[in-house]
């Protein structure tokens, strides 16, 4: 599977932004999507992920509440709406895709494939 996301930018802090990410093929069902984000010289951390039907859902601590993962299986496409934005939320955001059964645990380590990254800049 192929995936492109998009819709980054520049945004004042407590700012909004919807990320999206188009997926290629015909068993996007099939996997369990996340995001993930790399800020400059630090590892790659894992964000949220979403199960393959869209009924649950994990984030990580720092973003609970202000990130909302959502999927939409028909037009093969995951979205992450941010909204409070901080600046520590500057980083490249890349979507994955993974063949495990559930989404919980999602880690850097499994992900089966990678988007390209769309770059997220929080001013404050």
């Known amino acids: 599977v192929q995936l492109q996301a998009s819709g980054g930018g520049l945004v004042q802090a407590g700012g909004s932004l919807r990320l999206s990410c188009a997926a290629s093929?015909?068993?996007?069902?099939?996997?369990?999507m996340g995001w993930f984000r790399q800020a400059p010289g630090k590892e790659r951390e894992f964000v949220a992920s979403?199960?393959?039907?869209?009924?649950?859902?994990y984030y990580t601590d720092s973003v609970k509440g202000r990130f909302t993962i959502s999927r939409d299986n028909a037009k093969n496409t995951v979205t992450l709406q941010i909204i409070s934005l901080k600046p520590e939320d500057t980083a490249v955001y890349y979507c994955?895709?993974?063949?495990?059964?559930?989404?919980?645990?999602?880690?850097?380590?499994?992900?089966?494939?990678w988007g390209k990254g769309t770059q997220v800049t929080v001013s404050s």
């Open positions: 994955a895709a993974d063949r495990r059964p559930i989404a919980a645990g999602l880690r850097r380590s499994g992900v089966d494939y």
């Open positions: 979403i199960s393959r039907s869209g009924d649950s859902t």
């Open positions: 093929g015909r068993t996007f069902s099939s996997y369990v």
